[in-house]
């Protein structure tokens, strides 16, 4: 019996086996969260493009002039970009007009963390406006969320564009 024990303990067969399976976890662990990051750094990239899509109605005066709810049209906008990833009605939008571009003001926020919205404004023709566009981004797994964003596992997003619109309303000759 003791020939047996010594013949098993000198045995090799299952030491990949086991080093696999102490690297399994790490690995699996790395994999999820390089591809959570990637899908959250999608995102960001998908809301940046699409606040810039929809400012592009507001800087040439689309918007103002417009039949329908600006604020409406304006998000209508977002979401016909923002398709995928993006939750429409989560975007919390704010456009205001500035004086002069040393107005501007950080976003504020309640005490979830979410933006607080001062209103729609989109303004006139050649005024500036800022347009800012947060959404709050949850990660889809809930093993790597809380260990990137905390215990909520979500990360709150904010485009901002600070722009002048075009002189839209002409007097022609």
Not at 123 to 128: A, P, Q, R, T
Request: proline share 5%; net charge negative; charged share 15%.
């Amino acid at each position: 019996m003791l020939s047996f024990i010594r013949k098993w303990m000198k045995r090799k067969d299952g030491s990949t086996a086991i080093e696999f399976s102490m690297l399994l976890i790490p690995y699996i662990t790395l994999s999820l969260g390089i591809m959570e990051i990637s899908l959250m750094f999608m995102s960001a990239s998908l809301l940046e493009g699409a606040t810039d899509s929809a400012a592009r109605l507001v800087r040439t005066g689309q918007i103002q002039q417009g039949a329908g709810d600006p604020e409406t049209v304006f998000r209508q906008a977002l979401c016909d970009y923002a398709t995928v990833l993006v939750r429409c009605d989560d975007m919390i939008i704010e456009v205001t007009t500035l004086n002069n571009y040393t107005d501007y003001t950080p976003p504020t926020y309640d005490v979830n963390g979410d933006m607080v919205t001062a209103g729609f404004n989109a303004g006139g023709s050649n005024d500036k406006v800022l347009i800012r566009v947060a959404y709050r981004y949850s990660m889809m797994t809930p093993l790597v969320g809380p260990l990137l964003n905390g215990p909520d596992g979500s990360t709150l997003f904010v485009s901002t564009i600070v722009l002048q619109t075009e002189p839209y309303e002409f007097q022609g000759v």
